[in-house]
């Protein structure tokens, strides 16, 4: 599989902006599709939502069970390709994280460390949580060192690894969806057409 640089670092901004946005739509859907796969190292239970002992609550993208461990773990995904120049497209340092100020992001992050005291829930249902795990658009090893250490989170994933391991897999139900994506697209411009 070719690198993300590849498809949206092409050296044409208004371009690549666009695709980053159209990709944005169903981005998530890539990790669900991923999760789905019984090759894959994670199962998605759903969104969590996590509250604060002064009653606020935060609902994050996905949550993680490892098959193998039976562990749980909180996911948000942060994939911002062609955003401030192509500078959070791969994952090279901690400090890519540390425009993230917003609310819900902070409180990800505080799931990472032992003994949180927020309550994790999936629907109405309350899990135990045994940490966080980041999604980013595309990664180094050095970056995902670099995170772990910085915010102890249990993992780093990358869209890039997914996509290509869905590909390799040559995952029927993940094949179905991305050419309904793209018959709906065709439909679009098909409609626009002078």
Not at 82 to 107: C, E, I, P
Request: hydrophobic share 40%; charged share 25%; aromatic share 10%.
């Amino acid at each position: 599989m070719a690198s993300l640089e590849s498809l949206f670092r092409s050296g044409d901004s208004k371009r690549d902006n666009f695709l980053s946005r159209v990709f944005g739509i169903f981005n998530e859907e890539v990790v669900r599709h991923w999760c789905a796969n019984t090759k894959s190292k994670y199962v998605d239970l759903g969104r969590p939502t996590l509250h604060t002992a002064d009653g606020r609550w935060h609902t994050l993208d996905f949550t993680f069970r490892d098959p193998s461990t039976s562990k749980v773990y909180v996911a948000e995904m942060k994939c911002e390709l062609a955003y401030d120049n192509y500078r959070y497209l791969r994952l090279t340092g901690a400090d890519q994280l540390d425009h993230h100020r917003g609310a819900a992001f902070v409180r990800f992050l505080e799931t990472a460390k032992e003994n949180h005291e927020l309550i994790v829930k999936v629907g109405a249902k309350p899990l135990k949580s045994d940490g966080a795990i980041l999604v980013w658009g595309a990664t180094t090893p050095q970056g995902v060192a670099a995170v772990k250490q910085a915010t102890n989170v249990t993992d780093v994933l990358s869209l890039e690894d997914m996509i290509a391991d869905l590909q390799r897999w040559q995952d029927a139900e993940w094949k179905a969806r991305s050419n309904q994506i793209r018959t709906w697209c065709d439909d679009l411009f098909d409609f626009m057409e002078p």
